[in-house]
């Protein structure tokens, strides 16, 4: 996990550190005292992964391992909870359970991010498990508590879980009403009580305006003018013509309409799902998040649970058509991460594909669909631990360790270390790798003043930047020029990093 991918991102860098300032002081890295919201960049974290990152730190110090371990444990509980799940779904077909933990096991998009920090793999494990039990709710009352619990921490893992978990449970109460009600109604409301309470404390989070800028700041419909650019004319002109049915259609809302459903259905792209993926930090090299060859499977699922009209089909298709809504209105979709919530159901769906095919089949057939399946995991196995390195350290942000290590070892013999900000927040990297001390940074005014030891942050003119030697520069190879330097490079021998003194 430490060493693929080769480096931590921003973000995991900076639930290292949080946790780390948690675990020593109590606070996070602003000062703010055991937070239900993590604030990094003016990006507000939900707190679970933080927590629960906090006695991996504790056990095994901050470093990349240990911050990713949680995600790792996580992610393997979610396939042991769709293992349970699924033959809770389906009583009588034990394969299509061990079928879909084990496609989930070995699933692109689902060891893409259990071997990151995600937080919104937490989300998914939570929601797995709060199924399951909430199916095993219907015949014990216990069942509904523990479901309800699980439920409402999902809400503290993930943003995307905010808008997913209520309307998924409002679809569950409604499919399953006739057994939960009125048999289960003293159950039903002392589950409902619970998850309220443990939900509260979000009531404060929700209504502060800081978090609520940075989910605007995600929002497809901060940019107004430009999303509306090409409808002000055709209504000026419709307007022009008295032509009220051209003032009906090229209108605000439509236009908003198309924008949401065309963000939603993104999500079904068979392009996006089979063949390309998104954000390289989403997928290995030339992979996507789903195989290719479970395609076909996907549909013959579906198409049999449709077929069959039951309970478990339907809760499985719900889930599907639910997950992507919260990332319908959000930037750079189709979003790997703002829907991982749906990704179980695809495992259980191409389980249940294949299971009603293979009785169709003959031997060879049967023994060619196990030699693909072998061969689509040995080549992901290869892109990923062979070429994610090489191919995607750029957007990992390498360099930072060495960058650190380097700066540490040499910052006595100046007076000042000088790192860029073109680096991409660079100064929770400096903490993270230098593990600086957290209640001395908070003594200096934490990420509100930003520097701390004899490292300063900003942005490097090199042509402005006065020749002195006492002064260290750490920059990208665009901002200083090749005199005597030391060259950071990525596995594929380009350059990341430059460090330099100006003479």
């Known amino acids: 996990m430490g060493v693929v991918p080769a480096s931590p991102d921003w973000d995991e860098a900076a639930i290292g550190y949080n946790a780390y300032s948690i675990l020593h002081t109590g606070r996070d890295e602003y000062g703010t005292y055991l937070p239900l919201t993590f604030r990094s960049f003016d990006d507000y974290k939900p707190p ?5 990152t906090v006695p991996s730190i504790y056990l095994f110090g901050l470093s990349v391992w240990a911050v990713r371990l949680p995600s790792a444990i996580f992610g393997v509980l979610a396939v042991l909870g769709t293992y349970y799940l699924v033959r809770e779904l389906f009583k009588q077909h034990e394969r299509v359970a061990i079928l879909s933990s084990l496609l989930l096991a070995i699933s692109p998009w689902h060891i893409q991010f259990s071997r990151s920090a995600f937080e919104a793999n937490l989300g998914v494990t939570f929601v797995v498990w709060a199924t399951y039990f909430f199916l095993r709710g219907l015949t014990s009352s216990a069942g509904l508590v523990v479901s309800a619990v699980l439920f409402a921490l999902s809400l503290y893992t993930y943003h995307s879980e905010r808008i997913f978990v209520p309307l998924f449970v409002i679809f569950l109460s409604t499919t399953y009403r006739r057994v939960l009600f009125p048999a289960k109604k003293s159950s039903v409301f002392l589950a409902f009580v619970i998850g309220v309470i443990i939900v509260l404390p979000l009531v404060r989070v929700f209504t502060d305006a800081n978090v609520l800028k940075r989910l605007q700041g995600t929002s497809v419909f901060r940019q107004k003018t430009e999303l509306l650019s090409g409808t002000i004319p055709k209504l000026e002109y419709d307007r022009s013509l008295g032509w009220w049915p051209g003032e009906l259609f090229d209108n605000r809302r439509i236009e908003y309409v198309k924008i949401l459903t065309s963000g939603y259905l993104s999500h079904f792209s068979p392009k996006w799902l089979f063949l390309s993926g998104d954000h390289e930090r989403h997928h290995a090299p030339n992979m996507a998040l789903l195989y290719l060859w479970e395609m076909p499977f996907i549909l013959i699922g579906i198409y049999q649970l449709i077929r069959q009209k039951s309970r478990s089909g339907a809760l499985l298709l719900g889930w599907s058509l639910l997950a992507p809504i919260a990332a319908a209105p959000t930037t750079e979709v189709p979003h790997a991460v703002r829907t991982l919530v749906s990704l179980p159901t695809y495992p259980i769906f191409t389980a249940i594909g294949i299971v009603s095919v293979i009785p169709k089949l003959r031997s060879p057939a049967i023994i060619g669909l196990a030699a693909v399946i072998i061969a689509s995991f040995v080549y992901y196995v290869h892109m990923y631990f062979a070429h994610t390195n090489i191919d995607y350290a750029k957007y990992w942000q390498y360099g930072y360790e060495q960058a650190v290590s380097y700066a540490q070892k040499n910052k006595s013999h100046y007076t000042k270390v000088v790192v860029s900000t073109k680096l991409e927040q660079p100064y929770i990297f400096f903490l993270f790798y230098s593990k600086f001390d957290p209640q001395t940074y908070l003594s200096l005014g934490g990420s509100l003043t930003g520097n701390f030891d004899n490292y300063e942050f900003r942005q490097i ?20 020029p090749a005199v005597a330097h030391v060259d950071i490079l990525y596995p594929d021998g380009s350059p990341a990093m430059r460090i330099a003194t100006k003479k």
């Open 461 to 480: 003119d090199w042509n402005s930047e006065k020749p002195e030697n006492s002064i260290l520069y750490i920059g990208t190879p665009a901002e200083i």
């Open 48 to 52: 679970l992964y933080v927590y629960v």
